[in-house]
């Protein structure tokens, strides 16, 4: 097995940065190939504490070439700020690991604006809750083609010419915001200063992510977001504006489908989502605080408190079929323990009678669908030192095995606490074997 993809099964902040990382150690290559800047991951190495938002989570390792696909938006102040962090705490060569398609968009400072104005401005109940990074308008303008791809930074003049017209489009919103536009030379004075560097990592990504699998080379494809903010497949329209789906990682790295070997969903042993919109199993109560406070449920971008509830086993299920989940990583068993009962919701009661699929559609409505649960038992065991299945208390076990059958796809992997070692790995997707790493 030569492809993997990595997808976040809920809201996003699964814990994707770990769970790739750990993957990571077999995989010759990384590719990310949605979303931009709004991403997260946190990485924990040792003692070390990395939030990376554009970089794949493979960036610290020196054997691995990393992309960033045609699907993604980015800010090239943030990329190079990434870059230099992490060569300033001693990590080397991490712009020569690096290829960022010449097709991937540009996030500009007007679309951080649109953004942030939007949200400051929406009506109640209408902000989407977004991270005010640019994003939506950034893929607003790729999809009225008026985006700005990476490549064109290869040319001054046309360069200059295309974000002049971008910038006139986006002219009447935002006075209409009351907010002040940009100038030509404000938006192009940074990127010309970036040019340099950024055109040095440019290359066309579809062939290298294309040639890389037809050699047999281990290729990681790290989502980010969940599938439940997918533009498509997410709670619409409190989602992002992008694929975090799977099928995105074909479209977004410029490969056939054909070429993923297997996907792997990552949930949390709980549910978490930032912003708005629906979450039916949300918790504001003592068991809510629980999962937030001893999860640090906090972003990792905004630094937003989460907001935290139970497992959706109806989610689990729709994520598993809208990105053909081969295997579970669930992450974040730990933070269960010390609760004395932990609830899962296995069903939906709904106007059209009781259902175990996601009423997705059905969610705009408060009130519409009310989630059925079933209770299971807690533990008080530390779990951060079991390193197998048999080393967990029972209660955790059962935890584990019921949420593997109710969402009907096995688990590849359990994590038990933030860093590498406390992983239970059950399934290698790159060898199969059950015993490694
Ligand atoms: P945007 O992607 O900044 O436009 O935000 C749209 C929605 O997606 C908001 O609810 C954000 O909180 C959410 N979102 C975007 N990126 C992430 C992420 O990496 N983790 C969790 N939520 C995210």
Same mark, same amino acid.
């Given at each position: 097995?030569?492809?993997?993809?990595?997808?976040?099964?809920?809201?996003?902040?699964?814990?994707?940065?770990?769970?790739?990382?750990?993957?990571?150690?077999?995989?010759?290559?990384?590719?990310?190939?949605?979303?931009?800047?709004?991403?997260?991951?946190?990485?924990?190495?040792?003692?070390?504490?990395?939030?990376? *938002?554009?970089?794949?989570?493979?960036? $610290?390792?020196?054997?691995?070439?990393?992309?960033? #696909?045609?699907?993604?938006?980015?800010?090239?102040?943030?990329?190079?700020?990434?870059?230099?962090?992490?060569?300033?705490?001693?990590?080397?060569?991490?712009?020569?690991?690096? $290829?960022?398609?010449?097709?991937?968009?540009?996030?500009?400072?007007?679309?951080?604006?649109?953004?942030?104005?939007?949200?400051?401005?929406?009506?109640?109940?209408?902000?989407?809750?977004?991270?005010?990074? #640019?994003? @939506?308008?950034?893929?607003?303008?790729?999809?009225?083609?008026?985006?700005?791809?990476?490549?064109?930074?290869?040319?001054?003049? *046309?360069?200059?010419?295309?974000?002049?017209?971008?910038?006139?489009?986006?002219?009447?919103?935002?006075?209409?915001? @009351? @907010?002040?536009?940009?100038?030509?030379?404000?938006?192009?004075?940074?990127?010309?200063?970036?040019?340099?560097?950024?055109?040095?990592?440019?290359?066309?990504?579809?062939?290298?992510?294309?040639?890389?699998?037809?050699?047999?080379?281990?290729?990681?494809?790290?989502?980010?977001?969940?599938?439940?903010?997918?533009?498509?497949?997410?709670?619409?329209?409190?989602?992002?504006?992008?694929?975090?789906?799977?099928?995105?990682?074909?479209?977004?790295?410029?490969?056939?489908?054909?070429?993923?070997?297997?996907?792997?969903?990552?949930?949390?042993?709980?549910?978490?989502?930032?912003?708005a919109g629906p979450f039916p199993t949300e918790l504001d109560d003592a068991d809510g605080k629980h999962l937030r406070e001893v999860?640090?449920?906090?972003?990792?971008?905004?630094?937003?408190?989460?907001?935290?509830?139970?497992?959706?086993?109806?989610?689990?299920?729709?994520?598993?079929?809208?990105?053909?989940?081969?295997?579970?990583?669930?992450?974040?068993?730990?933070?269960?323990?010390?609760?004395?009962?932990?609830?899962?919701?296995?069903?939906?009661?709904?106007?059209?009678?009781?259902?175990?699929?996601?009423?997705?559609?059905?969610?705009?409505?408060? @009130?519409?669908?009310?989630?059925?649960?079933?209770?299971?038992?807690?533990?008080?065991?530390? $779990?951060?030192?079991?390193?197998?299945?048999?080393?967990?208390?029972?209660?955790?076990?059962?935890?584990?095995?019921?949420?593997?059958? *109710?969402?009907?796809?096995?688990?590849?992997?359990?994590?038990?606490?933030?860093?590498?070692?406390?992983?239970?790995?059950?399934?290698?997707?790159?060898?199969? *074997?059950?015993?490694?790493?």
């Amino acid at each position: 097995m030569s492809s993997v993809v990595i997808v976040g099964a809920q809201w996003g902040d699964e814990g994707k940065g770990k769970i790739v990382d750990i993957y990571t150690e077999f995989a010759e290559m990384v590719v990310r190939y949605a979303g931009g800047p709004n991403a997260g991951h946190t990485l924990v190495i040792g003692d070390e504490k990395i939030i990376v *938002r554009l970089l794949p989570s493979g960036i $610290l390792r020196e054997n691995t070439r990393c992309v960033l #696909g045609q699907g993604m938006v980015v800010d090239v102040d943030v990329l190079l700020g990434e870059i230099d962090e992490l060569e300033r705490r001693g990590h080397r060569g991490v712009a020569d690991r690096l $290829l960022l398609s010449d097709r991937a968009h540009l996030i500009m400072p007007y679309h951080i604006v649109v953004d942030t104005l939007r949200e400051s401005t929406a009506a109640e109940g209408k902000a989407i809750g977004t991270t005010k990074k #640019g994003i @939506g308008p950034a893929y607003e303008d790729k999809v009225k083609r008026l985006g700005v791809h990476a490549g064109m930074l290869k040319d001054t003049e *046309r360069l200059e010419a295309k974000v002049k017209m971008a910038l006139d489009g986006w002219r009447a919103t935002i006075e209409s915001l @009351g @907010g002040e536009v940009p100038s030509l030379a404000d938006v192009m004075a940074p990127l010309l200063a970036a040019r340099e560097r950024i055109v040095s990592m440019l290359g066309n990504a579809s062939v290298a992510v294309d040639e890389a699998i037809k050699n047999k080379t281990r290729v990681l494809f790290e989502g980010a977001q969940g599938t439940l903010l997918d533009v498509d497949h997410g709670t619409y329209p409190f989602v992002t504006s992008s694929n975090p789906v799977s099928g995105g990682a074909a479209i977004g790295s410029g490969i056939g489908p054909n070429r993923i070997n297997t996907v792997i969903g990552i949930t949390k042993a709980y549910a978490t989502r930032v912003g708005a919109g629906p979450f039916p199993t949300e918790l504001d109560d003592a068991d809510g605080k629980h999962l937030r406070e001893v999860g640090a449920e906090f972003g990792s971008v905004t630094g937003r408190p989460r907001r935290t509830g139970w497992l959706d086993v109806p989610a689990l299920r729709y994520a598993a079929r809208v990105n053909g989940v081969d295997g579970w990583a669930l992450t974040k068993l730990d933070v269960l323990t010390g609760l004395p009962r932990i609830r899962v919701c296995v069903a939906y009661d709904t106007p059209d009678g009781r259902t175990e699929d996601f009423p997705i559609d059905m969610l705009d409505e408060p @009130g519409r669908v009310t989630p059925v649960y079933e209770e299971l038992e807690g533990w008080t065991e530390d $779990l951060t030192g079991a390193q197998v299945l048999s080393d967990l208390p029972a209660a955790a076990r059962a935890y584990v095995r019921f949420m593997e059958e *109710r969402a009907g796809v096995p688990l590849y992997l359990v994590s038990v606490g933030p860093r590498r070692r406390e992983t239970i790995v059950l399934h290698n997707p790159f060898f199969g *074997r059950a015993d490694a790493p």
